[in-house]
């Protein structure tokens, strides 16, 4: 690895190259390291006690992304649930004791056998692994562009460099997100008055405020693509049910159906149709926990394996365990319901903007002093492989 404290600064080119690499793997992996770079070179730059800054917390998050994008482990759990879940098997055993009344020879073995594909598994989890690569490029090309601009270029665009009034940050968009900036221009302000900022409380919470403010903004920004990643894997409800059904009636039942529209006629839904709501609910609540559990992990450095559906646990640091500056106390009333404490952090639905902004805040709170954050998420022969445009473990000819 580049030795040279230059080496740490990515230009703004290059963060827009980054983001423009085609294969979404090799991408996630020059992301990662990207963020670990622009973190490098922020805490270089903000000076003491910097090193859990934003970019080294997405350093780790985009790390974690990257097993969602490549496939790793996350069909396997599928799998391993759909064969596995008791009250899932418990449904199974209902409507086939359901559709047996009716004429189906199927048995609970062979639905329970064919679910991955009444789910489209392949498919839901290539649409998981593309939303997932969106918000990943998305959130670099636009907050590590911001902080390649904060460290290569100046904060105002007027003639005189010390006119304390200048337009600042004029390549950031006045507004809310998602479209707007501000949040992002402010966290860039925080970084500069850290700068010159000695008193270690001030800096400390200066630090807090730009992280949960470049934090608030990118979840908003990506909030679409984490819906979408949690949400790929669930299929309507319709859809799934008249799969199901055609499997336990492979020849066709047009009678059948007839007979349940006859029961909801009446308002009595048939014991079929119960069976079948029960089943396609099961299946889609348990999908969305699984993914929603898998995208829910974090792995920080010294051994923190972050659940995040789990609430946070430990001491906030001593810097930060009472918090004084206004401009963060505002924002944190707005977006953190339980102040000054980790209980009910944990997220349960990671779809849900409020519950996943609550954990982030109170991540980067409970972990800015953790040990190790800027520790490089690749081995030497890693980065040399990156920096010539292949993945990891790939040698020059393409093979792995």
């Known amino acids: 690895m580049p030795e040279s404290s230059g080496w740490f600064t990515l230009t703004a080119e290059q963060v827009q190259e980054i983001a423009e690499t085609r294969d979404p793997a090799l991408r996630n992996h020059r992301i990662t390291l990207g963020y ?24 780790w998050a985009s790390r974690q992304a990257g097993q969602t994008i490549r496939g790793e482990d996350l069909h396997h759990a599928v799998e391993r649930m759909l064969g596995t879940s008791p009250s899932l098997l418990a449904a199974l055993e209902a409507t086939i004791s359901a559709a047996r009344v009716l004429g189906s020879s199927r048995t609970v073995d062979e639905l329970k056998s064919e679910l991955g594909r009444l789910i489209d598994l392949h498919g839901a ?7 997932v690569a969106r918000g990943n490029r998305l959130v670099f090309e636009e907050v590590g562009m911001a902080v390649s601009r904060y460290l290569t270029e100046p904060p105002w665009d007027s003639v005189d460099q ?18 707007g900036q501000r949040y992002l221009r402010s966290a860039l302000d925080r970084f500069r008055a850290l700068e010159s900022e000695g008193d270690p409380k001030r800096r400390a919470e200066f630090l807090l405020l730009a992280n949960v403010e470049i934090g608030y903004h990118e979840q908003i920004r990506v909030d679409p693509e984490i819906r979408d990643a949690v949400n790929a894997p669930v299929p309507d409800a319709d859809v799934l049910r008249d799969r199901i059904f055609s499997f336990l009636f492979p020849e066709g039942a047009f009678w059948i159906r007839a007979r349940a529209r006859f029961w ?29 559990t898998h995208l829910m992990a974090l792995e920080l450095p010294g051994g923190h394996a972050l659940r995040l559906g789990e609430d946070l646990r430990g001491p906030f640091p001593e810097m930060l365990a009472r918090l004084e500056h206004p401009e963060l106390l505002a924002l944190l009333a707005r977006i953190d319901p339980t102040p000054d404490s980790l209980a009910g952090t944990g997220a349960r639905d990671w779809a849900d903007l409020p519950e996943r902004v609550h954990y982030i805040v109170d991540l980067f709170r409970r972990h800015q002093e953790t040990p190790g954050l800027l520790t490089p998420p690749y081995a030497p022969s890693d980065v040399d492989a990156l920096l010539a445009g292949r993945a990891p473990g790939q040698s020059d000819s393409g093979e792995g």
């Open 264 to 292: 909801s006629l009446v308002g009595r839904p048939a014991p079929l149709d119960r069976a079948l709501d029960h089943l396609t609910e099961e299946m889609r609540r348990r999908l969305r926990r699984l993914v929603t």
């Open 162 to 179: 010390d006119q304390e009034d200048g337009p600042r940050w004029p390549w950031l968009r006045e507004g809310e997100p998602p479209d």
């Open 36 to 59: 670990h770079r622009l973190a490098r070179g922020l805490a270089e730059r903000i000076g003491p006690s910097a090193e859990g800054n934003w970019c080294a917390f997405a350093t």
């Open 125 to 131: 989890m290539r649409r998981t692994a593309a939303a």
